[in-house]
């Protein structure tokens, strides 16, 4: 059974569909995350010892997919341990960009979110290391947005 980050305090049972690559053993060296496609979920690629490297495609359908680049200037500049919480129509997310999350890999520096409505401005709260918090909303239709610390809105990527 895999589950799926909803709204705080919510998580959605999803059936199994591990896929192919699940049904086979490998010894696994790293693993890597990177919206690979472009599509707005993250995907994942697995390196292993002894046998070629496999890269993972998320296909879940998730409706709208907004992906946040984090770049800080008082903060480290990746925003590594920035918390960001996203709220739209009493719902709310919250995600913190982790850094050193897996041995000889590293993750695409993005927190990507996957807010139920699509039509909806998307209220954002950005907690940064220095102790900064910026607050900004995010217009319907924009899925890819860089906020830099101490700026006021965000550009789009
Ligand atoms: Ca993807």
Not at 35 to 50: S, T
Not at 112 to 129: G, K, M, Q, Y
Request: with cysteine.
């Amino acid at each position: 059974m895999q589950r799926t980050a909803r709204p705080v305090g919510m998580w959605q049972e999803r059936p199994a569909e591990p896929g192919d690559f699940f049904t086979r053993r490998y010894v696994g060296r790293a693993v890597g995350t990177a919206d690979f496609d472009a599509d707005g979920d993250l995907d994942m690629c697995v390196v292993h010892h002894n046998a070629p490297a496999a890269l993972l495609r998320n296909d879940s359908q998730l409706g709208r997919l907004v992906k946040i680049r984090l770049l800080g200037v008082q903060s480290n500049r990746n925003g590594y341990n920035t918390s960001v919480t996203m709220a739209w129509n009493n719902q709310r997310l919250v995600q913190e960009l982790p850094g050193g999350t897996s041995y000889a890999a590293t993750h695409e520096r993005v927190l990507c979110f996957a807010p139920d409505n699509s039509n909806e401005t998307l209220t954002i709260e950005v907690r940064w290391p220095s102790g900064q918090v910026q607050e900004l909303s995010i217009d319907p239709g924009v899925n890819s947005v860089v906020i830099q610390e101490g700026v006021s809105g965000y550009r789009e990527f």
